[in-house]
């Protein structure tokens, strides 16, 4: 409020300005910060790795400008194609993930790329227990995405492929906010 | 985490490692598998580059807190000179009831060194074109961290928020990865080794009560960069 107040002020006394003098140089506008304009999307993400992994080549930058209540119709056949290919045990007939969901079913699940956030219980990407509540900063979701992509129906198949042993971060997290560490 | 105990419960041997392998030309393109660093060609390594999303409750458990990582992959030599761009809008999107189009905003873009916060607010326009709600919206400002220094946050009307470099939070051992989609590997090692250790991102952190954001248990939520016409 105190900014749109200094805003008035200044065009008020810049257009009173400009009406006792011929100066075209003087500001006729606010002079605070401009947020006017259209701004056009570049770049989306909601969950880590899905337009990487899942996404052909050719279709990324076309998957960052599709809002996601039209990416299920755009993109669900793509990434069951490529998750196929990453994982061949999925072309299977019934075979599945940890989940219990086959290629069809995960594909769908992946492809509208938003981010589930629950509002009432522990928020992660996945801790065994709870699935797809948010992300949390210690989240080791490389490997459980590597987990549901390879590890088969119990996260047992492919072991050298799905898990890269990287489990946490190289700095501690704050438990305060901002929660990130400093930087190096 | 329990998950990783599972993982080498059994050893069945990869029996479609030469399948995999063999459509390796296909996988080249996710050579930079790195949540989302550096994903598509047309916002690469560019100021617009997310490189993270994180959406987690808070240390008041009234609140959530959403974070969006910039310009991945930034060492300690050029963190300083890293700087957000003044033409790109960060904007984090809610959807509360489940049709995935948001409902609420809340935008962020800087301005001389400071952050603009707006919302969350019912954006005037979904989908890909935006306007900045700032003759509508909450309005928070918060000073733009300088590298080196202690993180600087504001605070106003329960919302919390930060800007400037940060660690990166996000790990994966990216190299052994590359090397086994190359072909030169057939697993991870055990211990892997973090590439993303010691880089820093431009981060915004803002936390935000939940009874500001609707919704009835679950939200969906991502975020987008747009950029000034």
């Known amino acids: ?184 | 985490m329990r998950v990783k105990k599972l993982t080498h419960k059994n050893s069945l041997l990869m029996k479609n490692l030469k399948r995999i392998l063999g459509i390796s030309i296909v996988l080249i393109a996710i050579v930079f598998i790195a949540a989302d660093h550096i994903d598509a060609p047309a916002v690469q390594g560019g100021s617009s580059d997310i490189s993270d999303f994180y959406a987690f409750q808070g240390e008041n458990t009234n609140n959530l807190v959403f974070v969006t990582n910039m310009q991945g992959l930034l060492s300690p030599a050029v963190t300083g000179d890293a700087s957000f761009d003044e033409n790109i809008l960060i904007e984090i999107n809610i959807d509360n009831n489940a049709d995935n189009i948001e409902d609420l905003v809340i935008q962020a873009i800087p301005r001389d060194g400071r952050m603009y916060f707006f919302g969350p607010i019912a954006p005037s326009e979904t989908g890909l074109n935006s306007k900045i709600e700032a003759d509508n919206a909450m309005q928070l400002v918060v000073d733009i961290t300088p590298y080196g220094m202690d993180a600087m946050t504001a605070t106003s009307a329960g919302i919390t928020a930060f800007a400037g470099p940060r660690d990166d939070p996000f790990f994966m051992d990216f190299a052994q990865y590359s090397e086994i989609i190359a072909g030169n590997a057939t697993s991870f090692n055990d211990p892997g080794s973090d590439t993303f250790a010691g880089t820093n991102v431009l981060s915004v952190v803002v936390e935000v009560p939940k009874a500001m954001l609707g919704g009835s248990g679950t939200l969906n939520t991502w975020v987008e960069t747009k950029r000034k016409q």
């Open chain 1, 1 to 184: 409020m105190k900014n749109i107040k200094t805003a008035l002020m200044v065009s008020l006394i810049s257009v009173l300005s400009f009406n006792c003098s011929n100066d075209d140089n003087m500001p006729t506008g606010p002079t605070g910060p401009d947020f006017t304009g259209t701004y056009v999307q570049m770049d989306q993400m909601a969950r880590p790795a899905v337009n990487t992994v899942f996404v052909s080549p050719s279709s990324k930058d076309m998957f960052n400008t599709t809002i996601p209540s039209e990416m299920n119709a755009n993109f669900q056949s793509m990434f069951q194609t490529n998750l196929e290919a990453l994982s061949p045990a999925y072309a299977n007939p019934g075979d599945t993930n940890a989940l219990g969901l086959d290629a069809a079913t995960f594909t769908g699940l992946l492809a509208t790329d938003v981010l589930n956030v629950s509002t009432t219980t522990t928020t992660t990407f996945f801790d065994g227990t709870n699935v797809l509540t948010g992300r949390a900063l210690a989240d080791d979701v490389i490997t459980v995405e590597l987990l549901l992509i390879f590890g088969g129906e119990d996260f047992s198949e492919n072991p050298g492929l799905s898990d890269d042993n990287v489990d946490a971060n190289d700095k501690p997290f704050l438990n305060s906010f901002p929660y990130l560490a400093s930087p190096w």
